[in-house]
């Protein structure tokens, strides 16, 4: 089982800045799991976002965050990241973490494990 906990949202003008946490923690070891982070706006369904391998060695991203965000982690703090940078109002949305078991996916359902969210509010 892992626990995840994400922090970090937030209020910004557009153009500015975020860093996201999710922070891991129960009794699988958290360097044997991938780790996504996904998306949903309001009124709209949940999108993929960025991943990571469990090694950290491997990352993808959506389009759309393409060279604005970053995804990284430290198996030493059970800890993932995603660095957003130049922030649009389309960024707007709960922003969730998760996990699977070591190969990263871009698909919602093939992660095991999710946390609560953490709200991104990008103003005009």
């Known amino acids: 089982q892992v626990q995840l906990v994400e922090s970090g949202g937030g209020l910004v003008q557009a153009g500015g800045s975020l860093r996201l946490s999710c922070a891991a923690s129960g009794r699988a070891s958290f360097s044997n799991y991938a780790m996504g982070w996904f998306r949903r706006a309001p009124g709209k369904e949940r999108e993929f976002v960025a991943a990571?391998?469990?090694?950290?060695?491997?990352?993808t991203y959506a389009d759309s965050v393409k060279g604005r965000f970053t995804i990284s982690r430290d198996n030493a703090k059970n800890t993932v990241y995603l660095q957003m940078n130049s922030l649009k109002p389309e960024d707007t949305a709960v922003y969730y973490c998760?996990?699977?078991?070591?190969?990263?996916?871009?698909?919602?359902?093939?992660?095991?494990?999710w946390g609560q969210g953490t709200q991104v509010t990008v103003a005009s």
């Open positions: 990571i391998m469990s090694t950290g060695g491997r990352t």
């Open positions: 998760a996990g699977r078991w070591l190969l990263m996916s871009v698909i919602g359902s093939d992660y095991a494990y």
